[in-house]
């Protein structure tokens, strides 16, 4: 059995660790508050943009897709992972979930994210560009991610959904057809060129809007991530913390066990101190 003055030490490092992760625990509660709302505030502007959008919109189902900059034929990945390693295993389940999809010969990676980049590395699985994820307090600029994945052919975003605090999943999609099967839903009576003058030309400003909405399916998804991200933390730092204060209960008890064993083995040394006196006593009183 241990001293009771290392189960002590032990104990007082478990309460150290017991109070981080509940400071983690209540910074990634604000986190999801917090990116949960922006969620919903770009959902919301994506959604009054489209309306724009699709009121002046000549053929719905031409425009998006015929890219001109599509011009290397091949296919990438996009990987929205996290900053840091504290968000359980949803990346690397998002990695594995990729690598049934993932051919080198046609595929390339790009990736968002130091924790899915590090994960990559140990898989072997090699990808051509990295970026830090924007962080989400601020305005997410996707422009450099854009710029980098616009020359490929399909475009596929892998993600992480938050579904409901206890609840993340991975999901994939198209970035390209995502945003272009909202056509389906076009009002009647859009604007053309034949009955409205536009400056500049319409599929000027088409293009534009486009590619404003790429970048805000692409920013919806970061978010979309990071608020998985910090679910999946909490999670993970409630985890923590409950084995934390199992943990402290048991070393508790090793605790109180120990003193008790030390208190009574000082006792049997008193006694057999007492014992020996007397035995001591006992014979120099017949000698």
């Not at 011009?71 to 690397?92: C, F, P, Q, Y």
């Not at 990729?98 to 990736?111: E, L, N, S």
Request: aromatic content about 6%; hydrophobic content about 40%.
């Amino acid at each position: 059995m241990r001293r009771a003055n290392v189960v002590e030490k032990d104990m007082a490092g478990i309460g150290t660790l017991k109070d981080l992760t509940n400071v983690f625990e209540s910074l990634a509660s604000t986190q999801v508050a917090k990116v949960k709302n922006k969620a919903q505030l770009s959902q919301e502007f994506f959604n009054l943009l489209w309306q724009r959008y699709t009121a002046i919109r000549v053929d719905p189902k031409k425009r998006i897709t015929a890219r001109d900059n599509c011009t290397n034929g091949r296919k990438v990945l996009v990987l929205i992972s996290a900053e840091a390693g504290l968000s359980g295993d949803l990346d690397m389940r998002m990695i594995e979930t990729m690598q049934a999809a993932y051919d080198p010969a046609t595929t390339d990676i790009i990736v968002l994210g130091s924790h899915g980049a590090s994960q990559l590395t140990q898989r072997g699985i090699p990808y051509i560009r990295f970026f830090q994820v924007p962080e989400s307090d601020n305005y997410v600029n996707v422009t450099p991610v854009i710029q980098a994945v616009l020359p490929y052919e399909r475009i596929v975003v892998y993600y992480e959904e938050y579904l409901s605090l206890g609840q993340q999943e991975v999901r994939s999609i198209d970035l390209i057809s995502h945003v272009q099967d909202m056509s389906d839903d076009a009002p009647e009576g859009t604007m053309t060129d034949m009955d409205t003058i536009f400056e500049p030309s319409l599929d000027e400003i088409a293009e534009q809007m486009e590619e404003i909405m790429i970048s805000l399916a692409l920013s919806q998804t970061i978010l979309q991530s990071g608020l998985a991200q910090a679910a999946s933390r909490f999670n993970a730092m409630t985890v923590a913390e409950d084995r934390a204060s199992e943990l402290l209960g048991e070393y508790k008890l090793e605790y109180h066990r120990a003193k008790r064993s030390e208190s009574d083995r000082r006792l049997r040394e008193v006694l057999v101190s007492i014992k020996k006196k007397r035995r001591e006593a006992a014979t120099g009183a017949k000698s």
